[in-house]
T-cell receptor, first 112, second 115 residues
């Protein structure tokens, strides 16, 4: 089975740094994605990790530890527009090839 | 130019009716997907087609029938709609079904409300 766990809600203030954690237990692993979803809109791709370590992309970074089944998304210099749901998704392999298994998303609210 | 488009954006219908949602992608991708996002925002895969061939069929009632006339289109037909079918349905596409990063691009979603 697939189990992907992330906090339901987080809040932070403008200019701050926030870390959104994701833990997973899956029968196959072929990479981990982070997506951003604003209310009423489609999910959009933020980052992808398949090897252990940190991937940095501007204000956003994503970290993966495969041995621990753990990832985090780090958002720096928060802006009001970063208020959104952040979805962690694990890509399957083998019999689950092509599947993306999503967590329930973390709703981030950024306050002025 | 819209990469992944869906119609309609909103669909309100009565229980028992049959309805269809259409999806088109102009990215030249080989693989397309249907996802269901429930009221708790949980996004779950339903189907996937690779070059018009069904490759993923999760545990979905057989009232749901996908059809892919060509690799740029994937439609979803739902028979005998039930209250529990109310959700947002997202179409997505990716270059292929496996390998490399293979990022999925999502359409704007179709909000289905069954009364």
């Amino acid at each position: 089975g697939q189990n992907i766990d992330q906090p339901t809600e987080m809040t932070a203030t403008e200019g701050a740094i926030v870390q959104i954690n994701c833990t997973y237990q899956t029968s196959g692993f072929n990479g981990l994605f982070w997506y951003q979803q604003h209310a009423g809109e489609a999910p959009t791709f933020l980052s992808y990790n398949v090897l252990d370590g940190l991937e940095e992309k501007g204000r956003f970074s994503s970290f993966l530890s495969r041995s621990k089944g753990y990832s985090y998304l780090l958002l720096k210099e928060l802006q009001m527009k970063d208020s959104a749901s952040y979805l962690c998704a694990v890509k399957g392999r083998g019999s689950t090839l092509g599947r993306l298994y999503f967590g329930r998303g973390t709703q981030l609210t950024v306050w002025p | 130019d819209t990469a992944v488009s869906q119609t309609p954006k909103y669909l309100v219908t009565q229980m028992g009716n049959d309805k269809s949602i259409k999806c088109e992608q102009n990215l030249g991708h080989d693989t397309m997907y249907w996802y269901k996002q429930d009221s708790k925002k949980f996004l779950k895969i339903m189907f996937s087609y690779n070059n018009k061939e069904l490759i993923i069929n999760e545990t979905v009632p057989n009232r749901f029938s996908p059809k892919s006339p060509d690799k740029a289109h994937l439609n979803l037909h739902i028979n005998s709609l039930e209250l529990g079918d109310s959700a947002v349905y997202f179409c997505a596409s990716s270059p292929s079904s496996g390998g490399a990063i293979n990022e999925q691009f999502f359409g704007p979603g179709t909000r289905l409300t069954v009364l």
